[in-house]
């Protein structure tokens, strides 16, 4: 029965981390992958992650099941985290989440509680969308509609577009949103849009679905999660995937959170109840490790701090990044970069072709995807000269 199966292509992105990774030039450049890379080209692990690590293997009395929506101090964690300290909407009991595998779980249980309330719904997704959205919720039966997001001659959100396209949103629809740092193209929102997206929801009655994986990574995790927080003030209703991955470097713990802000109190657990039943199904019980380690970071005042301190630094030097990335590629090409500078997180679309960007990988081993999409934090000192001078030869040879 099995060899029925043929074997399908690797993912592409892998794919190409793993051709960089073969690559013998000692001057390649990595900016495939989206994980936080520091100077040296290491994915990092937080110092507040190591000392809670350190704690936790000390205590630990019990490798048991974690409860169905997994730990309650990380869930209140994240609630805060994401929905803000002072947030009306957790006062107000109307907030219910669960323990996830990931913002990838986080996506897949938003979806499975959807497709309970609306069999087939419609979810609108923004033109581009992470790859992987698709996959993730298409496969619970939910169908897609595509939103016009990035123009890519301005380099950054046609809002009148994005708006015209999501006047057919209606009662029933989703509207699935990249909270900040938008993955692939690192053009965000204004406060004042989402704005306009929230108004548009009351009146349309469509539930916003938001994927927060970089909060922190942007401007920082206040003003990241703004306008999530404003969806949550004047919509009864919004989802939300929150990742750990990005923003504590728990990338292969796989630790995230769907946070349900609901009409009430009643219904708040009547979702979260859904949810462990979505769970169930699936994986059962989340894995504990990541999830004990974030709870410790978010609840214990000394940790927090060591952690925001951290990640402010990763913050501003991918921001740094941006600025030193302009002024290199300035004096190697002719065009104008500058919008990448006004792009926020990890990603941005350098606007090459695809034959540019198989040239860069082929004549420099500089890899980045087909799209051009590159991951900023891949870019440090030593390579930024090499990657402007690549991308000046590519561009006045192809
Ligand atoms: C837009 C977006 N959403 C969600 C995720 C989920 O990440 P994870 O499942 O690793 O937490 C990612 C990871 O790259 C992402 O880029």
New binding site residues.
Partial sequence: MLETLPQVPEDSILGLAAACRADPNPNKVDLTL?VYMNEEGVCPVFDAVRLAQRALVDEEKTKVYMPPAGDPVFNQGMQRLVLGEDSAALADGRVSSIQT???????RIGAEIINAAAPGARVWVSDP??P??IPLLGSVGLKFETYRYYEPVSHGVNFDAMVDDLKRAGRGDVVLL?GCC??PCGADLTLEQWGTIADMAAQQGFLPFV?I??QGLGDGLEEDAAGLRLLVQRLPEVII?A????NMGL?RE???ATIFASANPASALALRSQAQVAARRIYSMPPAHGALLAARVLADDELNANWQDELQAMCRRINGLRTSLVSKLEQFTDRDFSFIEREKGMFSFLGLSPEQALALREEHSVYMLDSSRINVAGVNGANIEYLAAAVGAVLSSH
Wanted: charged fraction near 10%.
């Fill in positions: 989206g595998p990931g913002g990838c779980g986080a996506l969308t992470w992987v959205h990249h938008h993955n994927d994986a970089y995937a990742s750990c991955s990005k990338y796989r630790t995230g």
